[in-house]
């Protein structure tokens, strides 16, 4: 029997089903809209002479939105666009034993986002606008991740309006202050928004039940063997990292704690049936306002996932390339 889905922190939500196909042969994962189970992505593999490359594919156009790289012998995930320049992906690499917010199992990545900031000067001040470096050819800072500004579903670049039309009668000018204060007003309304580089995590869940304070020796002792049973869950939450530096914990706390961070706006939640061979079925849950608010295609968010998902799906393959 499959636990209840726990409810989220934040909302609102989207909710998409994801379903593998149990033939071998095929190797193909939909996302589909939970309530119409239209599929809007689907996952494809190819093989090549040194690398697995699965594919992000739209399925209303059949376009491929991301290229998921992974050799054939050792250990990387790189996710690259079809229009990055040669040598240009994102990395999917374990977060360090050093941070506080590892956990076995655990991934992170950075990626160009866009993040709403207010103006620092006032409207009585002339300052030019800030200009950014032009894109490198780093693995962190390609504009392809970014939503494009006439099509992109969660932009938030505004184009400016039209020039307005003469008016038809005389209109009293306003007052310097009246000015300002509609442009301050105006500011607060529609932030600017600039690039930077975030950090994100993946993050597998554990489950480990509370034992209540009346509970008998031996019933301990088989809750305890339970929770360090292995699970079959492959459940996983995906949280941007805090800016700024981090402590790792001393020898004095809990070295086995691991830092609380952020609220996840990603989430995959584990549905396959425990004896199931060959498919497996879950729910990802999608916080669209979180995901909006930093300026990058969804798109990208759903080919993360999946090739965290199938990470998580063979963790102990990953590990023993690793160490080869």
């Known amino acids: ?31 589909a809209e939970e ?18 490359i699965e594919h992000l594919v739209d399925n209303a156009t059949s376009k491929v939105l991301w290229e998921i790289h992974r050799p054939l012998r050792g250990w990387y ?5 079809p229009n990055f320049p ?17 956990s076995p199992g655990s991934l992170k990545f950075s990626c160009r986002t866009n993040v709403a900031s207010l103006p ?63 442009l301050d007003q105006l500011a607060q309304r529609h932030p600017r928004t600039r690039p930077v580089i975030s950090q994100f995590m993946l993050s597998p869940h554990t489950y480990v039940s509370a034992t209540p304070a009346s509970e008998g020796l031996f019933s301990r002792a088989l809750r305890a063997l339970r929770n360090s049973a292995p699970t ?25 704690q691991v830092a609380q ?10 549905t396959t049936p425990v004896f199931s061979v060959g498919s497996s079925t879950g729910v990802f849950e999608v916080h669209i306002d979180e995901i909006g608010k930093l300026g990058v295609d969804l798109g990208f968010w759903i080919a993360i996932a ?4 199938e990470f998580l799906g063979d963790r102990e393959g990953y590990l023993a390339a690793a160490a080869d």
């Open 35 to 52: 309530k119409s189970e239209r599929v809007i992505w689907y996952k494809e593999r190819l093989l090549s002479d040194n690398e697995i």
């Open 120 to 182: 620092s000067v006032s409207a009585n001040q002339s300052s030019p606008s800030p200009r950014f470096p032009a894109a490198s050819h780093s693995s962190t800072d390609s504009d392809a991740t970014l939503t494009d500004a006439t099509s992109g579903q969660f932009s938030q670049t505004h184009t400016y309006p039209p020039a307005p039309t003469p008016p038809s009668a005389l209109v009293a000018p306003l007052s310097p202050s009246a000015v300002h204060a509609k």
């Open 261 to 270: 961070g952020p609220a996840p706006f990603f989430t995959f939640h584990d």
């Open 232 to 256: 079959q869950s492959n459940s996983f939450s995906l949280s941007p990292l805090p800016d700024g530096p981090t402590v790792a914990p001393t020898e004095s706390a809990h070295s086995s």
């Open 306 to 309: 999946l090739a965290y998902g």
């Open 86 to 102: 040669r040598g240009v992906f994102v990395p999917l690499v374990p977060v360090p034993p050093s941070s506080p917010y590892h």
């Open 1 to 31: 029997m499959q636990s209840p889905i726990p409810a989220s922190p934040i909302s609102p939500t989207v909710r998409y089903t994801v379903r593998s196909s149990d033939v071998l042969s095929v190797n193909r994962v939909n996302v």
């Open 77 to 81: 995930i790189h996710l690259r666009a």
